[in-house]
């Protein structure tokens, strides 16, 4: 098996080809499991959050994030903070991408491995075991038949707790994959905020820093009309009622952003 390299620009598809060549495995894990400061934060609450990190936007030739644009969040996406700036774990990711996309049943076949260890290594050690399918990336995963009931197994035998942020508005609703709606304040992006509101959705919203959420959470003010929390404590968003704005902070790239993307009051 190999992969089609034809739609990464010239310079990344040197690097990736030189990348694959040196691997022994054409995919590794497909999720990874306490490499990120954040939802390694979910451990002091007895929760293990294993997540797949995709590359983001278009960098695979395909976007994987459909309302990137109109948000105006490619630019500064958490691709770019912490780990996510090195340019091994670039490739890694992007790897992984042009497998979902061309060898799905590869990939399939390597998440339910890849979730069951997850899985049964939290069971040894008393923990929940949760999954994040988009880290990087606002994937229709509940469209996919083979995934839902792969994960949905796993969900029953283990209690996997399966959650996303999502900007896509009119996601399919599952009663096991809870969702959080990803704000942005851009103009053209509007609309769907409000109908995510309308909805009752949870709304996580990226601030500029923890003094702006002090501030407000002091005033008793509210965000699109809910009620703000803190929420850069964890990243397990499921424990969290709907109809409130989880206040997260601006991180890499995000700190310098102008878009909208990121919160100032």
Avoid at 80 to 108: C, D, I, N, Y
Avoid at 124 to 142: H, K, L, Q
Wanted: with cysteine.
């Amino acid at each position: 098996m190999t992969l089609d390299l034809t739609a990464l620009d010239a310079a990344t598809r040197q690097q990736m080809a030189a990348y694959i060549a040196k691997s022994r495995n054409l995919v590794d894990s497909i999720v990874t499991i306490g490499q990120d400061a954040k939802t390694s934060k979910g451990e002091k609450l007895g929760i293990r959050t294993a997540v797949t990190y995709l590359a983001p936007h278009k960098l695979s030739g395909q976007n994987v994030c459909a309302m990137a644009d109109i948000a105006k969040c490619a630019a500064p996406c958490l691709f770019t903070a912490g780990r996510g700036a090195m340019s091994s774990v670039m490739l890694s990711r992007l790897r992984r991408t042009l497998v979902l996309q061309q060898l799905p049943e590869l990939f399939l076949e390597r998440l339910e491995r890849d979730l069951v260890r997850h899985c049964k290594s939290c069971q040894r050690d008393g923990v929940t075991p949760a999954y994040r399918p988009n880290g990087t990336s606002d994937i229709r995963f509940e469209n996919w038949p083979e995934w839902v009931a792969m994960v949905a197994k796993l969900v029953d035998q283990y209690g996997l707790k399966v959650y996303d942020y999502t900007k896509i508005p009119n996601r399919r609703v599952l009663s096991w994959y809870d969702l959080t709606y990803s704000y942005s304040g851009t103009p053209g992006y509007a609309p769907f905020v409000a109908k995510a509101v309308a909805a009752g959705m949870r709304l996580a919203v990226v601030f500029r820093d923890y003094e702006t959420v002090e501030r407000l959470i002091a005033n008793g003010d509210t965000f699109q009309g809910l009620p703000i929390v803190h929420g850069d404590d964890t990243d397990a968003r499921f424990i969290e009622p709907q109809g409130v704005a989880v206040a997260l902070y601006a991180k890499g790239a995000a700190k310098r952003d102008a878009s909208g993307f990121v919160v100032d009051a």
